[in-house]
């Protein structure tokens, strides 16, 4: 970059900066989203709830579906196939 493209941009960082910011906190949220140690943790909690009497089996059964729903397009991402529009 040359000094006068430089100068001319200048105003543009802030923007530029907030940009790249906005994509790492993408970047980590996907992250989180699709880690599947995280994902199997959260059914072994949600197992261990269950069985303390802490949820009910339909509240367990929901809520596993919807982790397992997590760990499927996390697998689907991680191979490059896209997801599915469930309308």
Do not use: F, H, K
């Amino acid at each position: 970059m040359g000094l006068l493209t430089g100068l001319i941009l200048l105003p543009l960082a802030p923007v530029r900066g907030v940009a790249w910011l906005g994509e790492q906190v993408l970047d980590l949220a996907t992250q989180e989203e699709y880690n599947p140690a995280e994902t199997y943790q959260q059914l072994a909690d949600l197992e261990e709830a269950r069985e303390a009497g802490d949820i009910s089996a339909e509240e367990c059964a929901a809520a596993e579906e919807a982790l397992v729903a997590r760990l499927m397009r996390a697998r689907g991402e991680m191979r490059g196939i896209p997801e599915a529009d469930s309308d």
